[in-house]
């Protein structure tokens, strides 16, 4: 089934449409849709602009990659979904990245004898959404975050602590105009497990590898970005209600973690 996208003004551009058009039985822009919306995370009042959205009552709303803003704000919005059955599916780089998804049954069942999880990234955003990002990708890969503890955030980068379950978690990242790079590094007693990230914006396939006493393993790579694969998310939800696999409860959890109220 065909959907139609009324795309944010943030995000009528060739390039959001070019996805689209590499999902022409499933989604076709088309202005004033009342199927699927789309609110950009990256403006500052974007809870209103999602609240607007969801009471416009669409089959499903696509949130790109959120700024920071407190997290009762976002529960709320969350709850307010909920009430009008609303899916929101939220494109965070890595966290719906389709080699994320992938790999995390294996990489949670590797978490529990795990030793350290080191969570890196380089890229050109905010350092504060940059930690945002990661925690969601440490959500939905490996588990849930506890115990955050931020040692340092500015201008040019973070760094911080956290555990999952009894397991120490290292956070950090710079701001680069460089290039982005990005991974999670699972080191444990028998095996390590590597996630590697490019640009978010390239095809360029995420690198999934399993090291044991056998040598190194890669997973199979998917040839798709974060970003499509949201938008085949967001399809899932309008249809079906398929569930996302990074939600406004948990953005608002991991905003409550870094202890923005």
Known sequence: MTFMVDLDADHDSPAVRAVLASLPRWLRASPSSTDIRTVAGHVPDWPERLRLAIASAPRAIMLTE???????????????????????????????????????????????????VDVFAARDVAPATSLLAQLGLLRVAAGEVSALRVSRLDARGHAATARIADVPVRLSGVRTTAGTDVRLVLRGRAEEWQLRFGDPAVARPALVTRIDESGETLLPTRYETAERAAWRAVHAAALDGVSPHYTLRDLAADLALVGID
């Open 66 to 116: 959120p700024a920071p803003v407190a997290a009762r704000l976002v529960a709320e919005l969350a709850t307010l979904a909920e009430s009008a059955r609303v899916p929101v599916v939220i494109d965070t780089p890595w966290a719906v990245n389709p080699a994320t998804v992938i790999a995390a049954d294996r990489v949670r069942a590797a978490v529990t004898d795990a030793a350290l």
